[in-house]
């Protein structure tokens, strides 16, 4: 993306002027995105995971005005002790703890779980509350294979208990917006390329220390600290950058497009950090979706050059939402600028997504959901969907090969 200050300029002008029309600027902010209040008080709820993900996003957007966070798992005794201090200090009362989930799931008595542990783990842990009556936000990507997507989805409806997965675009008021105000509407025209890219400059490794020299996780199925602690990297536990990164991108673009990748040609290696990771550092997809739509998606590790966004390319005009340089429209006349001026709206700032409001949206409409029954935004069935099409995307970088995505 090689823009100069002046397109930029008029990209952001068009997107302030486009995007936000009809929104409340409430949602946008973090002390009113949400209502907080549901009837009957907070719903009881616990987390399994309290690593990055569960304790630093998942954990920071709850309110103890909407849910009662009563118990928390993790086997790493360090992570549920750092967990347990970072609840008692935002107002809660110390919570239980439990290094084994099944034993958290015999003996609360809880309404939603949220699960935020390695993508391996996620069906059995998963499938475990659901069948013992509780309600599960589950982290992306929905589960390791086809197979436990299924048995999830299908756990979920036998049980009679809601699974969501934790995508935050789909909550993402930003997002939302842009779905209400350029994609419904079509003012893209026909869409038929779309480019994803996640681009960064590092190795993806993390140097934690372990919580003692005598901590063996093996019990776990992890054969030592390093493979814990650097899950993604490999096969057992992950799928690397497309289910950790890519799906992200794979599953908004669904959405918008409201369709599926027919079929996908892919390509990758570890180019770049070998260090004994198993998962590739550079993947490369190309997705067919139906209306002869193709999809792009780029993830890299060795240049951070553009970030993160998604440029939406139609008859009409081009679309792009960015981590660094915020949504932007060209409409089909070049320099054309649209629309009035957004009152109160500095045009010139980058309208960037907020990723904090988004995961206290997506935790908030979960509780919201189970205590009131308002709907789901992504839903298991669009995360199966996102996931089967990740996992082709895999199967066809391993084959050099075009894989059908019905087929597999
Ligand atoms: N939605 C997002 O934007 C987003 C961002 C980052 C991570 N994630 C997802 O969150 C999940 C966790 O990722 P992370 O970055 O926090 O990883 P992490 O390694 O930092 O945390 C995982 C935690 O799970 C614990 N754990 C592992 N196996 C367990 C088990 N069997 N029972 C209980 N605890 C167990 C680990 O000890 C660790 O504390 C993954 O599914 C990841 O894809 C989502």
New binding site residues.
């Given amino acids: 993306m090689y823009l100069t200050p002046e397109q930029k300029l008029v990209g952001r002008r068009n997107f302030w002027r486009m995007a936000v029309r009809g929104s409340n600027p409430d949602r946008f902010k973090i002390e009113t995105c949400v209502p907080r209040h549901l009837t009957g008080g907070p719903v009881k709820g616990a987390i ?7 304790a ?2 998942l954990l920071e957007a709850c309110h103890k005005d909407f849910i009662d966070i009563q118990a928390i ?4 005794p360090v ?1 549920r002790t750092l967990a347990s201090q970072q609840l008692v200090a935002a107002g809660w009362k110390q919570p239980r703890e439990y ?3 099944q034993e958290m799931a015999q003996k609360e008595k809880l309404e939603v779980v949220i699960v ?4 391996w ?2 069906a059995e ?1 998963a499938i475990g509350f659901l069948q013992a009556g509780v309600n599960v936000l589950c ?3 929905m589960a390791y294979d086809v197979v436990s997507c299924h048995r999830m989805l299908d756990a979920s409806r036998s049980y009679h208990r809601l699974l969501e997965i ?3 675009r789909f909550y993402e008021p930003l997002y939302q917006a842009v779905y209400e105000n350029f994609i419904r509407p079509k003012v893209l025209g026909d869409i038929h390329y779309v480019r994803l890219h996640t681009h960064r400059n590092q190795s993806w490794r ?1 140097d934690e220390k372990a919580p003692s020299s005598s901590y063996n ?1 093996s019990r ?3 054969p030592d600290w390093e493979t ?2 650097n ?2 990297m490999y096969n057992r536990y ?1 799928h690397g950058l497309v ?2 990164l890519g799906s ?1 991108q794979i599953s908004l673009v669904e959405w918008f497009l409201g369709s599926t990748g027919q079929s996908v040609y892919g390509s990758g290696g570890i180019n770049c950090y070998k260090d004994g990771r198993e998962v590739d550092d550079h993947i490369f997809m190309t997705f067919n979706h139906p209306q002869a739509c193709t999809v792009e998606l780029s993830v890299i590790l060795s240049n951070s050059f553009g970030g993160l966004y998604e440029e939406f390319l139609g008859s009409n005009g081009t679309l792009i939402m960015s981590d660094l340089e915020g949504g932007m429209f060209f409409p089909k006349e070049a320099g054309c600028v649209m629309g009035e001026p957004v009152a109160g709206k500095d045009e010139t700032t980058p309208c960037k997504s907020n ?1 904090d409001v988004a ?1 206290r949206t997506e935790v908030w409409s979960f509780c919201s959901a189970v205590r009131q029954g308002t709907p789901l935004l992504c839903g298991p069935e669009r995360a199966l969907k996102s996931a089967t099409a990740a996992l082709a995307g895999k199967k066809a970088i391993a084959t050099r090969s075009r894989v059908e995505i019905s087929t597999l």
């Fill in positions: 399994v995971g309290v690593g990055r993900q569960g630093g996003a798992c993790d086997i790493n992570h290094e084994d989930w935020a542990t390695p993508l783990t996620h842990i982290e992306k990507m934790g995508y935050p993390w996780p776990w199925g992890y814990l602690a899950w993604r992950s289910s950790e992200h990723w995961f």
